[in-house]
Nanobody, 123 residues
Framework: QVQLVESGGGLVQAGGSLRLSCAASGRTFSGHGMGWFRQAPGKEREFVAAFSRYGAGRYYADSVKDRFTISRDTARSTVFLQMNSLKSEDTAVYYC????????????????WGQGTQVTVSS
């Protein structure tokens, strides 16, 4: 089992920045591919950013590329999502997730999920 706890969400004006954190506990953190997804009201959960399983590669959705950065602190078993130049369309609940195998961008590839943190961008 892997337990994931997100933090860092909040209300920010368009053009501002937020940094989300995801603290992992339980089974080996480094053996899982960590990712971030988001879900806006009335929409399906969508991929935002992720690491490859052992952290060598980083992947981003086109909608956030060049604005968001995923990073991690292996010693602290924590993954971060730095979000800059936020837009109103970034408003959503953001989820941290962990997977062992499968396609990086697919929701169904992920075995463990956090409870989510709300990000609201006002225009």
């Amino acid at each position: 089992q892997v337990q994931l706890v997100e933090s860092g969400g909040g209300l920010v004006q368009a053009g501002g920045s937020l940094r989300l954190s995801c603290a992992a506990s339980g089974r080996t953190f480094s053996g899982h591919g960590m990712g971030w997804f988001r879900q806006a009201p009335g929409k399906e959960r969508e991929f935002v950013a992720a690491f490859s399983r052992y952290g060598a590669g980083r992947y981003y959705a086109d909608s956030v590329k060049d604005r968001f950065t995923i990073s991690r602190d292996t010693a602290r078993s924590t993954v971060f999502l730095q979000m800059n130049s936020l837009k109103s369309e970034d408003t959503a609940v953001y989820y941290c997730a962990a997977r062992v195998a499968g396609e990086v961008r697919e929701v169904t590839s992920y075995d463990y999920w956090g409870q989510g943190t709300q990000v609201t961008v006002s225009s």
